[in-house]
T-cell receptor, first 111, second 114 residues
């Protein structure tokens, strides 16, 4: 089976722009979670989707949003980018709800 | 803020030595997991221990869990240079809706010298 695929791998944006990141989960995995990783805050949970419904959400401002499609692929969007949004964004999928399988991440740099 | 606190923050050892990392947490858990990350890439699941388990083994990995002390440790025996990576504990909190949500520690950077 193919692993979790995230695109793009690297992204450079300027303040005020918006960005959309994509995640394709492992085939058969219906739950997709998103995490933000920064040197200062570490790994922080953004949100989780299952069958196109957001079931769980972390403590991030409304500028961070996501969605899931009927094929379980997921996207996350960040609007009005700030310098502090520079981070590695990781997507993970699971079938059991326990063990997470992570993608390689999208490294976002906001200039 | 991170619920999981790990120590040490960094660990440097020689090949063949054992490496021990510790994790402490604050709330009740469903399970505690350990993940490994190489150089800013994705995380790889290593092992999961449930709240009613005390010890678990997987290859060269041994995990212990003490729910009374709210702590866990990961032991890697006979370390290899390829074990060089960051190691994170992650907590699945008990109760409520914790779908897909793990709370990660800040991680331990392990360097194994050949």
């Amino acid at each position: 089976k193919a692993g979790v695929t995230q695109t793009p791998r690297y992204l450079i944006k300027t303040r005020g722009q918006q960005v959309t990141l994509s995640c394709s989960p492992i085939s058969g995995h219906r739950s997709v979670s998103w995490y933000q990783q920064t040197p200062g805050q570490g790994l922080q949970f953004l949100f989780e989707y299952f069958s196109e419904t957001q079931r769980n959400k972390g403590n991030f401002p409304g500028r961070f949003s996501g969605r899931q499609f009927s094929n379980s692929r997921s996207e996350m969007n960040v609007s009005t980018l700030e310098l502090g949004d520079s981070a590695l964004y990781l997507c993970a999928s699971t079938v059991s709800g326990e063990k997470l399988f992570f993608g390689s991440g999208t490294q976002l740099s906001v200039l | 803020s991170q619920q999981g606190e790990e120590d040490p923050q960094a660990l440097s050892i020689q090949e063949g030595e054992n490496a021990t990392m510790n994790c402490s947490y604050k709330t009740s858990i469903n399970n505690l997991q350990w993940y490994r990350q190489n150089s800013g890439r994705g995380l790889v699941h290593l092992i999961l221990i449930r709240s009613n388990e005390r010890e678990k083994h997987s290859g060269r990995l041994r995990v212990t869990l003490d729910t009374s002390k709210k702590s866990s440790s990961l032991l890697i025996t006979a370390s290899r240079a390829a074990d060089t990576a960051s190691y994170f504990c992650a907590i699945s909190s008990a109760g409520g809706t914790s779908y897909g949500k793990l709370t990660f520690g800040q991680g331990t950077i392990l360097t194994v010298h050949p």
